[in-house]
């Protein structure tokens, strides 16, 4: 698939997961996003970003803009080396919690978004691929 | 560091967030305000978020332990001013803000906390046994 644009970003501070947000924000609306999917998209970013910071100590955030030929949109590959996840299905149920959130990261986000990808491997890392498309 | 100012108005605080807040911020504001009840003896806590572009789950969090915090010390919490995109986008994100009074402008946020507050004193142990 075409991508239009690349950006890397760091993710190793609270502060690192409000700049995440701000520059999703600026390439959603680049890619024509309204208000509302603009705000679905930097808040699913917002609540993964936060896991990779917290739980994955830390990593990058990708941000592509990509085309499929029809529609453009906005893809963000979130990644860390972190101790990983050792059951997915159980991490992406709403309100399941290891930490003192609320549980509705992973499930909440993948709501928010129209692809939601997760890959894990304990002791490894994990890897979360959000895309929304205009 | 950023500090989110609390303004006391009579027996209320009034604040108005307007940084996108990282989550330390948030949890400042959150013991900050718990102690400022507290201190000053409010009966009301309106948190004005109409600069907020975005509540994810942990500030939406941070709302509902001030609320819940603030309920303990005897007094209301009122949420005002969220922006349409972001009630859309929280509801899907499955946060209902359980117990958190809104309203949709700072005007009838105060119109709500006086009347709340009022009815407090009218009928005493008028809480008691509410479960919201």
């Known amino acids: 698939m075409p991508v239009a644009r690349t950006e890397s970003l760091e993710l190793r501070s609270a502060a690192d997961v409000v700049s995440v947000r701000q520059v999703v924000r600026t390439w959603a609306i680049d890619a024509g996003f309204s208000l509302v999917d603009q705000t679905k998209m930097v808040t699913a970013a917002s609540e993964i970003a936060r896991n990779t910071v917290d739980y994955g100590g830390g990593g990058t955030a990708v941000l592509e803009l990509i085309n499929d030929g029809v529609r453009r949109g906005l893809r963000v590959v979130f990644e860390d080396r972190g101790p990983g996840i050792p059951d997915i299905q159980q991490a992406m149920t709403d309100h399941f919690t290891t930490g003192n959130g609320l549980g509705l990261g992973l499930g909440g986000a993948r709501r928010l978004v129209n692809e939601f990808h997760i890959s894990s491997r304990v002791g490894e890392g994990t890897r979360v691929t959000i895309t929304r498309w205009k | ?132």
């Open chain 2, 1 to 132: 560091m950023d500090r989110i100012p609390i303004l006391k108005l009579r027996d209320l605080l009034l604040v108005t967030i307007q940084v996108d807040m990282h989550d330390r911020l948030a949890l400042q504001l959150q013991d900050e305000l718990t102690t400022r009840i507290s201190e000053t003896g409010a009966r009301g806590v309106l948190i004005d978020i109409s600069s907020l572009d975005i509540v994810d789950s942990f500030i939406g969090r941070m709302i509902a332990n001030i609320a819940a915090m603030a309920r303990v010390l005897d007094a209301q919490t009122v949420v005002v001013g969220m922006q349409p995109a972001v009630a859309i986008t929280l509801v899907e994100l499955g946060l209902t803000l359980p117990g958190v009074r809104t309203a949709l402008n700072v005007d009838k946020g105060m119109a709500l906390l006086e009347s709340a507050t009022r009815e407090d004193e009218d009928v005493p142990g008028a809480d008691a046994g509410r479960t919201d």
